[in-house]
């Protein structure tokens, strides 16, 4: 996802991460290449389909008088169904529609299966920093950071200036969420949110929310329910956002009507935005490296030739909102100071 939430109910806590791996480089010293979003990822508009009289009252193209497929027979979903019925006013029918439709995602369950107690570390792992910062910290990941710049150079800027915060670090984030739009993922968001709401269970009212906001989001925005794709874990656009994060953080940047993250203009001002909204300070430090230390503000981070230490600031902070990882956080921090050299 720009981004923190006012809310603790809207942050996105290793949900909003890279939507896959990012490309690894075959050439030592690779060209940048031309950064567009992946066509297909970006929901079609549909006209009045936020007409709760016309598509959403009459079923549209998945209207059904009951649920047939991987989700008939769940009394959770038809639970579900009745809550945004009751709730936000959605056509029952149209809704059985859409679960008829809904695919159960082995793959997502596996992903969101919990990892056991006894295998997670009291100390990072041996290298662990390191091999983290190689996927980030890399020549195509830093020419094309400026080359992504230097193309969107006045939306950047004017983002800059509207939500008081520091352009490399809006360009860096797009760069390790989505390789600058290259990695928006390739999962459908109903079917990923769906499976993850009914047929998981660790976080199954979070992403049962998430669905909620989902479902409110297209109908507002217009947006087909079963065309936007994203990450295994319902994360969109160029800047990761889940569905609570859209509704309440993207903005139409580029004022063309409609909030759409899929855009480098509507991206980047939504990734300011969530920045600001989550206490970023314009032209202030974000973290240094010190000495170890019991201060809770030093974190410790494993390389091949032992720990770094560094001391995090209130913008570390504010990153971590996005990604709840000291990891993800300093990629982010030391990539968009690469990225600033290189710029200017």
Request: proline share 6%; aromatic share 12%.
């Amino acid at each position: 996802m720009t981004h923190k939430l006012i809310a603790p109910s809207l942050v996105v806590i290793f949900l909003a991460g890279c939507a896959s791996e990012p490309p690894q480089p075959t050439n030592p010293t690779p060209k940048t290449i031309a950064i567009t979003p992946i066509p297909e990822a970006r929901p079609q508009k549909l006209e009045n389909y936020n007409s709760p009289s016309e598509a959403d009252m009459n079923g549209g193209d998945y209207s059904a008088m009951g649920i047939t497929g991987d989700y008939a027979g769940l009394y959770s979903v038809q639970n579900f169904i009745n809550f945004m019925v009751r709730k936000h006013g959605f056509s029952q029918n149209y809704l059985n529609g859409l679960f008829s439709q809904a695919q159960r995602l082995d793959s997502v369950i596996k992903l969101e299966s919990p990892v056991a107690a006894s295998t997670m570390p009291t100390k990072p792992h041996l290298g662990s920093w390191t091999r983290y910062r190689n996927k980030f910290l890399t020549e195509a990941h830093i020419s094309n950071g400026v080359e992504f710049w230097r193309s969107h150079a006045d939306a950047v800027e004017r983002a800059s200036l509207q939500y008081h915060v520091d352009p490399e670090y809006i360009v860096a984030i797009i760069g390790v969420e989505t390789y600058f739009g290259k990695n928006v993922g390739k999962t459908r968001i109903f079917d990923a949110l769906a499976t993850l709401s009914f047929y998981t269970e660790r976080r199954s009212k979070y992403f049962m929310s998430e669905l909620e906001h989902y479902l409110l989001m297209t109908r507002e925005e217009g947006y087909e329910p079963r065309q936007p794709v994203g990450s295994w874990a319902g994360a969109m656009g160029l800047g990761q956002f889940m569905p609570s994060s859209f509704r309440h953080l993207a903005v139409d940047f580029n004022s063309d009507g409609r909030r759409d993250i899929w855009h480098p203009e509507d991206a980047i001002g939504s990734v300011a935005h969530y920045f600001s909204k989550n206490g970023w300070q314009l032209n202030q430090p974000v973290t240094y490296q010190t000495s170890p230390s019991t201060d809770p503000a030093v974190i410790e981070l494993s390389t091949y030739e032992g720990s770094e230490y560094w001391f995090i600031q209130k913008n570390f902070k504010v990153i971590k909102r996005y990604n709840n990882s000291n990891k993800y956080a300093m990629a982010v921090h030391q990539l968009a100071q690469a990225i600033k050299d290189r710029y200017y």
